[in-house]
């Protein structure tokens, strides 16, 4: 744990309502209406711009069946998840945001930590630069929130989103300690960044219910009763720097999933099995992409809680591989195991799956002798696969029945799903003069 270094300070860049934003870049005609965006298979919002909150203050997580009439009378805009744009639009602000800083946290997809040095009026004027820069070159809006450590930074976005006269940059350090009092003051204290609803729970049964009031709690006690995680919190709510942005990359994941609920559901053999397939090869992408392989494979498919024309049930399947590997042929075999399981009886509609790969190894690793390796692994299938995917997309090849070019029915509905105008050739935007 270290103090703040004089005039060193930690802003937090963090993208407006990234989503509904990032679809106003490129279909203009949406620019003043008010906007949301729908979570996978057009189910629920997932987010929405500040114009929706105002017309329906509890529109996140609402169903689409249940708004969508509203929606379209009132001149709301719906838009399917569009995550390739998302993606792209993130990693350009990211890009940027280096411009500003050696040191910097992409801490997720619309928000970053970076550090900068000076008096806050000094570090204020680069807050409006790097607005001003952002906008200029994306289109996207952002906000900097600016302080001694990242959990006192988080404060301070709390403080310019309730206060737009801010213009969209704050250096908590312009505060008197009185001042700060009273903001600590009048923050639940289940809005601190890390505190969760029932570790707030746990806090308010002790007397803890502001942030000020975790502040000034002994910081050992806090640790010998929550951990070392909630000690940080209240050192940091009190100036001490203890929490470092990491520059460096996430280390590889020890567990890789990829699930998804169907747009309908699965009834048949058949179509499960080209369900597994296609999950198997398309986990086995992102194996290869972090360099690991996998010693062990789990595959599910299950209905839904709420379809009352399902028999409930949940197939399940786990499966050790014999060496670890990160061939899609040896993935897609294994993960093809839980059609065993599947259908025991009548009346089964299966509304997700998943294949979960645990067990990883780092592909430069001990390599496994032949003797005890599948026939075709060393061929490099799987890399064959990738840059052809790469350069022809996901659905252009694959093995077995995820090889199919029909486009399966189950496949994710994303019926208001906007032009994929920065990854794919056929969608680039139209400009007219």
């Known amino acids: ?94 890009e940027i945001l280096g411009r500003f800083s050696a040191w ?10 970076i550090r900068l040095r000076g008096t806050p009026a000094e570090v204020e004027a680069i807050g409006q630069e790097i607005r001003g820069t952002v906008m200029r070159l994306t289109g996207i809006p952002v906000r900097v929130s600016i302080a001694s450590t990242k959990t006192l930074a988080k404060v301070a976005a709390l403080g310019i989103k309730k206060v737009p006269a801010m213009n969209g940059v704050l250096d908590l350090r312009r505060y008197s300690p009185a001042q700060l009092d009273r903001i600590l003051d009048s ?45 940080r919190t209240v050192l940091e709510l009190r100036g001490t720097r203890c929490i470092e942005i990491e520059t460096q990359p996430a280390a590889a994941k020890d567990q890789l999933i990829y699930s998804r609920s169907f747009s309908s559901k699965i009834t048949s053999d058949d179509e499960l099995a080209q369900v597994i397939s296609l999950y198997a090869q398309r986990v086995s992408a992102r194996l290869r992409a972090q360099k690991s392989r996998a010693g062990y494979l789990t595959a599910w498919a299950a209905t839904g809680w709420a379809d009352e024309r399902s028999v409930a049930h949940t197939a399940h399947v786990n499966v050790p591989l014999a060496t670890p590997s990160d061939d899609p042929i040896v993935l897609t075999k294994a993960a093809s195991k839980l059609l065993a399981t599947s259908f025991p009886v009548d009346g089964i509609r299966y509304a997700r799956a998943g294949v979960v790969l645990t067990d990883l190894r780092d592909v430069d690793g001990a390599v496994p002798l032949a003797l005890f390796r599948e026939e075709f692994e060393g061929r490099g299938v799987g890399r064959a696969l990738d840059q052809i995917t790469r350069k022809l997309g996901r659905d252009a090849v694959g093995v077995g029945l995820g090889g199919l070019r029909a486009p399966p029915g189950w496949e994710m509905k994303r019926a208001m799903l906007s032009k994929r105008t920065m990854t794919h050739w056929d969608e680039l935007p139209v400009a007219a003069a």
């Open 1 to 94: 744990m270290t103090a703040a270094g004089s005039g060193e300070v930690i802003a937090l860049v963090d993208c407006v309502s990234f989503y509904a934003n990032a679809e106003r870049v490129f279909d203009p005609s949406i620019a003043s209406r008010p906007t949301i965006v729908l979570s996978n298979n057009d189910g629920c919002v997932v987010a929405a711009d500040p114009l929706a909150k105002s017309m329906d203050p509890d529109i996140m997580g609402k169903p689409w069946f249940k708004i969508e009439a509203w929606c379209r009378a009132a001149g709301v805009a719906a838009r399917s998840s569009n995550y390739e744009l998302y993606g792209s639009l993130s990693g350009r602000v990211a």
């Open 104 to 113: 910097q946290e992409i801490y997720s997809v619309d928000e970053s930590f």
């Open 187 to 231: 923050i639940p204290v289940t809005d601190l960044w890390g505190v969760a609803g029932r570790t707030g729970k746990k806090l308010a049964a002790i007397g803890i219910h502001t942030a000020r009031d975790l502040r000034e709690a002994d910081a050992a006690w806090i640790r010998k009763r929550f951990s070392v995680v909630m000690q």
